[in-house]
């Protein structure tokens, strides 16, 4: 099991380049959306399957290993990336991305690729499905953790908050919670269609240990996100609100409402892989 990989800083920031302009182009190639929920959670991914989660792809369903659960299951083209630049499966499967009877839909299914953990994309079932496992991995007496990142928007969703008393109350120190808080959510921002704030204030009253963070930066990422994995606060979960920004990378996508649904164009993707480096 490995908690680190080599590479170095430099590569990682080249997947995380790498990754968004993957992600374009297999939206601009289907047709499909969800381009800026998914470039938000670039390096909260990176920094988590390459310096912090305990995996070996080459063993990824090991009673031993670190679990994620993307509960945000729109943005999977994300997910697929990282795990394919990670090794859990070969990078020219990206191309079965929303392909008929492939493995790579428009939300991430458990039976059809290694590495993925839960079928998704129910808004609010991440967090209640983490805390079962975090529950089973201590009455197995493993040590192990189960992370799940969720989007913001999703946090008007009741299942959320209930989870998030149940898991206090069950002193679930070995789940890890991440919140994609770009600010944006299907049709307005967050705090137009529901106010969250103060966020870090909520999560405190519900007895979490929360921290919030950069969550484009990939040493600070790293750094809390490895803190919490191996020195939990005793009886607490853990909850780091990753403040990004919608569609980075892509000066024209950035912080747009729209980039929720559009559909990137040819011009789309040569612009944005020019701005990306990745030609």
């Not at 839909?105 to 209640?128: F, K, R």
Request: glycine share 10%.
């Amino acid at each position: 099991m490995n908690e680190a990989s080599s590479k170095s800083d430099d590569q990682l920031a080249r997947i995380c380049a790498q990754t968004r302009a993957n992600i374009l182009r297999m939206c601009h190639k289907e047709g499909m959306s969800h381009v800026g929920s998914a470039f938000s959670m670039v390096e909260i991914l990176v920094a988590l399957y390459f310096r912090v989660m305990r995996i070996d792809p080459a063993d990824p369903k090991s009673p031993e290993r670190d679990i994620f659960i993307l509960s945000k299951g729109h943005s999977c083209a994300g997910l697929y990336n990282v795990l394919a630049q990670a090794g859990f499966f070969p990078q020219g499967r990206l191309g079965e991305y929303c392909k008929f009877k492939k493995g790579m839909g428009g939300h991430p299914d458990l039976h059809m690729l290694p590495g993925v953990e839960v079928c998704s994309g129910s808004l609010g079932h991440g967090l209640p499905l983490a805390i079962g496992m975090a529950i089973a991995a201590k009455r197995d007496g493993r040590d192990k953790r189960i992370f799940v990142l969720m989007g913001d928007g999703e946090l008007d969703e009741g299942t959320v908050w209930e989870a998030a008393m149940a898991a206090a109350h069950y002193k679930l120190d070995n789940l890890i919670a991440i919140v994609d808080r770009n600010g944006l959510q299907a049709d307005s921002r967050t705090e137009v269609a529901m106010s969250l704030e103060p966020l870090d204030a909520k999560w405190l009253s519900f007895g979490w240990n929360v921290e919030t963070v950069d969550g484009h930066d990939l040493g600070r990422l790293v750094e809390v996100l490895r803190k919490m994995r191996q020195t939990p606060c005793p009886d607490k979960p853990g909850l780091v609100i990753a403040k990004t920004v919608k569609g980075k990378g892509v000066s024209f996508m950035e912080d747009q409402q729209a980039w929720h649904f559009n559909k990137p164009t040819a011009e789309d993707l040569s612009k944005g892989l020019e701005e990306l480096g990745c030609q």
